[in-house]
Structures are given as structure tokens and as C-alpha cells.
């Protein structure tokens, strides 16, 4: 059992050095709305869209920029054509100027024409969005989370048993977010959505395995049991709870999908983290340790009935 333990802990080590070794290399890919970016609107007004986005194409392909994002929007005057894009170069105020003048005359629009259908716009730099409160917000409500989670569990079990669950959360959020960092996904002003659901997962999943492994040690017909027959018979009990779970979590995901694609694969990624170690890893430690003190008490039990009788 302790060469398997090695096995089964070795996936996640490795998924955690590999993280933390992009983090301090390459770091996050942040999105454009974390890193910065420049814009350009562009009104199509009687050209087709296609046309319209071949006429930017060739005025921004010998440009030193790299075009980060294409998006179609409708204002109350027709189609507008928005371009992201980012540049090394340090002042931008003249290729700003030469991409809209190149732009004005590309589509044969008047430069001080009041028409609004006819319009260019370039916004310049968009500084990125500051993510310092909503990291904040998001871990101050797992702090809250786990503090429940602890005194639940203190109160029932053991205080032993509560530091258990609080490091199965935190190591589950560490490995959804180095599962993040290792696939390189776009991190967006959505990913203290990824964060929070990951931890409550976690707490889901861990808290009520965790019941259902301590409830089966105290059955009488697993009192003799093995450590890994006492996890396999809870496995087996909890199949339908984890299938329902399941279901519902790939319900909320896949309809998160649909708002923000990046934030609800890291959901994903952490969902599946917390099933390994609920499931595969930690029931190991938790089982053993639990086990020990059954046995624990057991003999100190007969001890003091041998003594009586003396």
C-alpha cells in the first residue's frame, strides 16, 4: 500500500512543480483585458464586412503590431469592425495617427465628416484591468469557507481531521491553477470564478467523502477490515453522490461555457483535481490515520478490562 500511496502522490507533485516553475518563468497568459491593449473601431458603413476587414488587414500588415482580436459590434448607425492589438513600440502616438489616416483614406472616408456612419476611432493604450480585488474577494471567501469547514469538522471528528480537509482545498485550488499555467489558458477578469468553485468543490467532495469513509470504519462489519478494503467499500457506497455531483457540476459548467470559455475549463481542470485527490489520494492518508486509532483505542480498552478483572 505505501509503493501505491508514492504513485498516486506523484501525479500532483509533479503537476505542482511544473506550475510553479511556469509561474516564476513565463507567468500567467493574461488576457487583453489583464495585459493592455490598443483599439481600433472602424465603421464599415456601406462596404460588406468582408471587405471591410480585408481593407484593415492591408493597411495593419507592415505595421510592427500584432493583431491580438477581431470582433463585429452594432452601433445605431451599422456594422463597426473593433481590432485589438498589442506593440513593443514605446510611442505609439504616431503609428496610431498613421494607422487612422491610412485607415480614412483606405475607405475613402472624410476626416472632419459629422457623419457618424463614416466614423474611425483609435482609442490608444486601454490600461489592463487591476485584479487585486477580486483575488482578494475571492480569498477571502475561501478563508471564511474553510474556517466553517474546520470548526464543522473540529466539532465532529477531530481537529487532526479539519487541518486534513483544509489542505486538501488548498492543495486542489494549487493544482487547478497550476493546471491553468501548464495548458496555457487565458486568464480573464472571470478566473476568481474558477477559483472559488475549485475551493468549494473541494469542500464538497472531500467533506462528504471524509463522513462516509468514517461512518463505514465504525460498521461493525469493517471493523476487522483492511485499510484498503474500508476505502473501497466507501468508493463503492459514494458512487452515486460523486455521479450526481458530477452531473450537476458538468451542467454548471458547460453552461458557463457559453459566458466565458477560458474560466470554465480551469473550473473543469479543478473539478477533476478534486475528484483525484477525494478519491485516489487522500482517503489513503485519512484511512490509515483513522485506522490507528480505532486500534488505539481497541487495545486500550482491553488493557483496562484485563486490569479490572486483576
Known sequence: MKSNFWLRILAPVLVLILGIVLFFTVGFNKSLELSGYHLIEVNTGNYEI???????DEVLKDKDL????????????GDVIAVKFTTKIENTDSLEQNIKNELIESFGYDQD??????????????????????????????????????????????????????LSVILDTLLMISLTLICRLPITTHFGIAI?????????????????????????A?????????????QQNFAHSLILITLTSLVAIGAFAFYNLSSSISIALGFIACVYTSQILVPHLWAMAYRRRIKVKKDNK?????????
Open 222 to 234: 469493517l471493523l476487522k477490515a483492511s485499510n484498503e478494503e474500508v476505502i473501497k467499500s466507501t
Open 113 to 166: 465628416s459629422l457623419l457618424e456612419q463614416t466614423y474611425i476611432k483609435v482609442s490608444g493604450y486601454i490600461e489592463p484591468q487591476n485584479m487585486t480585488m477580486t483575488f482578494a474577494g475571492c480569498g477571502l471567501a475561501i478563508l471564511v469557507g474553510l474556517v466553517g469547514i474546520f470548526v464543522y469538522i473540529a466539532l465532529r471528528h477531530s481537529v487532526a481531521n479539519a487541518f486534513s480537509i483544509v
Open 66 to 77: 500584432s493583431v491580438r482580436e477581431y470582433s463585429l459590434e452594432k452601433d445605431d448607425y
Open 196 to 220: 472559488v468553485a475549485t475551493a468549494i468543490f473541494s469542500i464538497v467532495l472531500n467533506t462528504l467523502f471524509y463522513s462516509k469513509l468514517v461512518d463505514n470504519s465504525k460498521e461493525e
Open 302 to 310: 482491553s488493557e483496562n478490562k484485563e486490569e479490572v478483572k486483576e
Open 50 to 56: 468582408s471587405e471591410a476587414l480585408n481593407k484593415i
